[in-house]
């Protein structure tokens, strides 16, 4: 069974770098949103994009993972930031209180 990539990396300039969730992010591909996060911040950005157009359904382990990036780029004084959240992802973000902390920009 091929599994579906559901991130992808853009260094959208020298230092600014933006990762995009695609699809569902759940307990079988969460990994790949992790590796994505830590490989985003391996550059040593100043900021770091999370692109949630594309993405329609994200579960509470999907959270966890873009909390663990946000504390990370916290940690090392990285501005991090979700962008475009689908109507769906965006209740789901509401509900679970992420946007109580992390930045959001439509």
């Known amino acids: 069974m091929t599994e579906e990539p559901v991130t992808s990396l853009d260094r959208t300039t020298g230092d600014a770098v933006t990762v995009t969730l695609r699809g569902e992010v759940d307990v079988l591909n969460v990994d790949q949103v992790r590796v994505a996060l830590v490989e985003a911040l391996a550059t040593r950005p100043r900021s770091v994009t999370v692109d949630l ?54």
């Open 53 to 106: 157009a594309e993405l329609s359904f994200i579960d509470s382990t999907g959270l966890g993972a873009i909390i663990f990036g946000f504390q990370r780029a916290r940690d090392e004084g990285v501005d991090f930031q979700l962008r475009r959240p689908t109507r769906g992802v965006r209740q789901i973000l509401v509900l679970s209180g992420l946007l109580e902390v992390v930045a959001i920009q439509d």
